[in-house]
Every structure is written in structure tokens, then in C-alpha cells.
């Protein structure tokens, strides 16, 4: 089974617009782009034409890579102050100089709709529905559990232990009665862990490195990971032959990266009161 998070994403998008249509209430989110990083001004673009798909106005604040720390918390500041504005993102990363963990800090938990404030991890971690949760692991699960995949009792192994996307991915599985192991670059013999998974997702970064011989036959296989190989974006995972295995699998891409895009509408119409 190909878990296709383009065409799940799709879904999820019409039906926030419904949703938005039917309260008349105008949503909208602030994104806040410092500099030009080639990759970054692209996740804007793609973030704006989403917004213009689900119905969502988007307040777009290009500055330039001079930009001092205080002006970007000023910024943050006006726009947790204001109650037209429903969500805040700041894409990262920002420029050297800036600081990423003062940004977070910044952002209103109620207006962070990216999750990554310690309010909306704690939130995850106790298992609260009123949190954001991190828009990559969110709808990694979501494809997981939108194809009827049960995930109570199977064991599942998350590779990666970032605080934004391999740790809040573990968790979210804990929370939905998976045994969980998470290994990281420390892991010792990575490939007998994998082996014992029935969900395995994949959050590292590293072109190909989930080989067939890694996973078990007829697991779940999740991929984050996003490489270039030749300027083509490719996963963690070697789709052609891990796919012979496995039960179920993402493409990469078009798996959890349209899904990621997804769960951010979804955040902002939650933090807009409409979920
Ligand atoms: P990160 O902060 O760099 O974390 C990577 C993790 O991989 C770390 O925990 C690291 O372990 C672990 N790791 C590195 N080499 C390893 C190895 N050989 N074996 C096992 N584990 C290893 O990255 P991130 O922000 O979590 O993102 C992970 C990947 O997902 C990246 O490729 C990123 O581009 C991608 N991503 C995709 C989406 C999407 O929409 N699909 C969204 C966000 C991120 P240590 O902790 O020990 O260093």
C-alpha cells in the first residue's frame, strides 16, 4: 500500500475550507521569512499558495537578512497582540546571529501553530488534544492512521530524536499505544532494532540509508528524511527495494512532506477556534 500524502493532504485541505467557509470567519496566518534562503523562500511560497487553497489569509513579512534580533521580536510581539492574526511562523533557520530558540520562546503558545514551544511539546507529552502538535510528526501519523493502520500494542522504532520531529513523532505513537524505541546516531546495531519494527519511521536525513535487509516483512515505513541525490530530492529510505517488504509505505516525495504542509492549515484553523 502506498500511503500517498498528496492525496490525503488534498482531502484534509478541502475540508478545512469547508470548515472555514461555513463559519465565515476570516482566518489568517503571519509567516515571517528573514533573508533569502533559496530552499526557505520556496517552504513560503508553498505555505501561501496553501493558504490561498484552504481559504486562510496570509500576512507575509519579508525581511531582509540584516534584520536585528530585536526587530524580530518586535515583530513576533505585534503580532501575538493582535487578534486578527490567528497563527505565527517564523521559517527556519534564520540567519547566523539570530536566535532560533529565543524566536520560539517569543511566539504566543496559543499563535504557535508550527508546535514547537515547550507548551505545545509538554502538550503532546501528556497526551493534551487542545496542543498544537508539530506539523511533520502530526501528519506522519495522520497517514498512518487514516489508511486503518492499527497502531495499540505494535512495536514501532523512530529514527531521529530532534525536538521537533523524531522525539514528538515517538511520542505520538506512545500515546496511541505503540511500544516505542528511538534510535538516533548513537544507536548501536540500528539494523536488529529496525528489524523488530512494525512501524518504522524514518527522520534522519540520510539518502537511502533504510535498506531492505533493515526492515521487517510487512511493516508500516514512514519517511521523513529528506536528501538530494543530483539535485532530486529523495528519502531516508530506499523506496524501490524496501517497498518489496513492506506492507505499507510513503513515497518520498509526495508521502509526509504535502502532509506536513497540511497539518499547518490545520493548526492555524484550530488556533482560529474552528476545531
Ligand atoms: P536533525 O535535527 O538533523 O535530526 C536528525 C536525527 O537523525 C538526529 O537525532 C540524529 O541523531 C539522527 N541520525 C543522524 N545520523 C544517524 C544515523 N546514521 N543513524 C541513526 N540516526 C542518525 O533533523 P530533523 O529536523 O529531525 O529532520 C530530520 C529529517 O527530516 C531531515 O532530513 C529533514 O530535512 C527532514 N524533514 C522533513 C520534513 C517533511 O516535511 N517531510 C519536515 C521536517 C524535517 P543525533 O541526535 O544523535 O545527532
Do not use: W
Not at 513579512?61 to 524580530?72: G, H, N, R, S, V
Amino acid at each position: 500500500m502506498i500511503l500517498d500524502g498528496k492525496i490525503l493532504s488534498k482531502s484534509i485541505k478541502e475540508n478545512l475550507k469547508n470548515i472555514i467557509c461555513a463559519s465565515g470567519k476570516e482566518v489568517s496566518l503571519a509567516v515571517i521569512l528573514v533573508g533569502q534562503d533559496p530552499a526557505s523562500c520556496i517552504y513560503v511560497k508553498n505555505k501561501t499558495n496553501d493558504c490561498h487553497e484552504v481559504g486562510i489569509k496570509s500576512l507575509e513579512y519579508k525581511l531582509p537578512d540584516t534584520t536585528k534580533q530585536e526587530e524580530l521580536m518586535d515583530l513576533i510581539h505585534k503580532l501575538n497582540n493582535d487578534d486578527s492574526v490567528h497563527g505565527i511562523l517564523v521559517q527556519f533557520p534564520l540567519p547566523e546571529g539570530l536566535d532560533e530558540s529565543a524566536v520560539v520562546k517569543a511566539i504566543s503558545p496559543q499563535k504557535d501553530v508550527d508546535g514547537f514551544s515547550k507548551i505545545n511539546v509538554g502538550g503532546v507529552l501528556m497526551n493534551d488534544k487542545d496542543c498544537f502538535v508539530s506539523c511533520t510528526p502530526a501528519g506522519a501519523l495522520e497517514l498512518i492512521k487514516s489508511s486503518g493502520i492499527e497502531i495499540t500494542g505494535k512495536n514501532a522504532v523512530v529514527i531521529g530524536r530532534s525536538n521537533n520531529v523524531g522525539k514528538p513523532m515517538a511520542l505520538l505513537l506512545l500515546n496511541e499505544g505503540a511500544t516505542v524505541t528511538v534510535c538516533h546516531s548513537k544507536t548501536q546495531n540500528l539494523k536488529e532494532i529496525t528489524k523488530q519494527a512494525d512501524i518504522l519511521v524514518s527522520a534522519v536525513g540520510k539518502a537511502h540509508m533504510i535498506t531492505e535487509d533493515m526492515v521487517k516483512n510487512g511493516a508500516v515505513v514512514i519517511d521523513i528524511g529528506i536528501s538530494r541525490i543530483d539535485g532530486k530530492q529523495v528519502g531516508d529510505v530506499d523506496f524501490e527495494n524496501v517497498s518489496k517488504v513492506a506492507y505499507a509505505i510513503t513515497p518520498n516525495p509526495g508521502g509526509t512532506g504535502p502532509m506536513t504542509r497540511a497539518m499547518l492549515m490545520y493548526n492555524t484553523v484550530k488556533a482560529a477556534g474552528l476545531l
